[in-house]
């Protein structure tokens, strides 16, 4: 157990830093954790987080506005995803930028719908900035201020090995499900 915290506090912020580029909450949650524990500073972390994040994402919106048809080729498969991130977009205007943050399953999406239509670059770029800071700070301290909760929650699933497997079909499951209603053709 050492071991592997001695290397998450060596290479902690580079791990971070490659998944909240692609948007992951998990690595901002551990960080929050480690930080709890004395391993990892809260600050760099939700620094580290928020600009990888928020590159990500300015990323996909320009790899979808300037190489659409390059994009398109591997968001084949996801159209009806693409068509409720438009849906989204026009229902929630320009808070779905700031919202996307925090609902897994349309993160990645959001950015790219965007990219596809004429969304100001300028607009989006700020709105991002300000939805990827409240991402930052609410999972950075969010897990921070639970990290005893959080550790005894790991230390329950460790024993009981059997718990992980469930509580991931339950979530899968459910963003799975509610994926499928969500893009349901109507008839």
Do not use: C
């Not at 939700?46 to 979808?64: C, E, H, K, Q």
């Not at 808070?95 to 790219?112: A, C, D, E, R, S």
Request: zero cysteines.
């Amino acid at each position: 157990m050492e071991e592997m915290l001695s290397n998450l506090s060596t290479y902690g912020y580079i791990i971070l830093f490659l998944y909240s580029f692609g948007g992951g909450f998990i690595a901002l949650v551990a960080a929050g954790v480690l930080s709890y524990m004395g391993e990892m500073n809260l600050y760099i972390s939700m620094l580290v987080a928020f600009s990888a994040n928020f590159i990500g994402d300015t990323v996909l919106f320009y790899l979808s506005r300037y190489h659409k048809s390059e994009v398109m080729k591997y968001l084949h498969k996801h159209r009806r995803k693409l068509a409720l991130s438009h849906l989204l977009m026009k229902k929630h205007g320009s808070w779905i930028i700031i919202m996307q943050k925090f609902v897994y399953g349309i993160k990645t999406l959001i950015p790219l719908a965007i990219g596809l239509t004429k969304y100001d670059f300028i607009k989006f770029t700020l709105l991002n900035l300000v939805g990827t800071a409240l991402w930052a700070l609410a999972f950075g301290f969010g897990s921070y201020a639970s990290g005893e909760a959080l550790m005894k929650a790991f230390a329950v699933i460790s024993e009981k090995p059997y718990i992980a497997p469930i509580i991931l079909v339950v979530v899968g499951g459910s963003i799975w499900l509610y994926m499928v209603k969500a893009t349901k053709k109507s008839s």
